[in-house]
């Protein structure tokens, strides 16, 4: 798992990427996943996502051999034959940001949750919701308007600390350092606050932040 706050935006990142899958960029097969978007953001910043538009958050446009698009809420409509042997073509999975809860919903709707723990060879690549997905919760801070079925803020728990995304980032005054500290307080367990030049690489269990930006590990 690599989990970046804005996509592949440092050196140290896409060196991590590469050492995940275990050859070029340019040689490996993408799936991306847009769904988080369309409950936050709405259909133009998912469109950025799958176009590769989104110049500051480099996802997409890295450029794989192939890139194809999976809509998490059409997988229900699909039979497991369809789509399962998609995913597991696939070197890796391109998870943009958007509604956290949302895409949560959507992995466990669609299936794909039940599907990763077979995966091992393929990497998940998220940028801040596409990542927070993965933690146990994303704090009140983090919960728009769209709720669960069940309420709350807890997400898929396949790692076992938070992550605070965009730290210090100018066009989010709400992502300051003490707004992180005050959201890790009540987040119960440990805890990330990184900035969009850096991630979270996850590898056999092992957690070590890459890139070159600012970040605060919150024990909890």
Partial sequence: MLLASAGVTSPGIRDALVGMLGKPVEEADALCIPTAAYAMSGPQRAWDFVAGAE?????????WRSVGLLELTALP?????????????????LVGGGDALYLAHWMRESGMVELLPSLADTVWLGM????MVLTPRIGSDFVPSWRPPTGGDETLGLVDFAIFPHLDNPDLP?????????WAAGIGGPAYAIDDRCAISVVDGAVEVVGDGAWR???G
């Fill in 128 to 131: 801040s919701a596409g990542s």
């Fill in 77 to 93: 409509s699909l039979g497991d034959d369809e789509w399962v042997s998609w995913v597991r073509a696939a070197d890796v999975l």
């Fill in 174 to 182: 709400e992502n300051t350092t003490a707004d992180a500290e005050r």
């Fill in 55 to 63: 110049p500051r958050c480099p996802m997409t446009e890295l450029g």
């Fill in 217 to 219: 590990r919150f024990p």
